[in-house]
Nanobody, 127 residues
Framework: QLQLVESGGGSVQPGGSLRLSCAAS????????IGWFRQAPGKEREGVSC????????YSVDSVKGRFTISRDNAKNTVYLQMNSRRPEDTAVYYC????????????????????WGQGTQVTVSS
């Protein structure tokens, strides 16, 4: 059974850093596109970043470019989201998602129609 588990969430002061992990079980991440999404209270879910399965190319939404970095360690079957220079508006529940279709992630952005989703991890940025 395909399962994604996020970890690494918590509270951080503005300007601080956190690294989220998305660990996969029941399947091999190598062949999947992985996306990170977030949903703040009262707001719609937003695509944050994604990484391709083929060449490791990435996409990040403008609001996190230069601050967030997505990466994958296929040996550990895990994808990471390194978040630096955190801002209060980054407060949200963060989800990772997986899909085998390359089309869900590209220079246009990332689709919200990923097949499999984790349960999410809360990230709070507050002084």
């Amino acid at each position: 059974q395909l399962q994604l588990v996020e970890s690494g969430g918590g509270s951080v002061q503005p300007g601080g850093s956190l690294r989220l992990s998305c660990a996969a079980s029941g399947f091999t991440l190598d062949y999947y596109v992985i996306g990170w999404f977030r949903q703040a209270p009262g707001k719609e879910r937003e695509g944050v970043s994604c990484i391709s399965s083929s060449d490791g190319s990435t996409y990040s939404v403008d609001s996190v470019k230069g601050r967030f970095t997505i990466s994958r360690d296929n040996a550990k079957n895990t994808v990471y989201l390194q978040m630096n220079s955190r801002r209060p508006e980054d407060t949200a529940v963060y989800y990772c998602a997986a899909d085998r279709r390359p089309s869900v992630c590209g220079s246009y952005g990332l689709s919200h129609s990923f097949d499999s989703w984790g349960q999410g991890t809360q990230v709070t940025v507050s002084s």
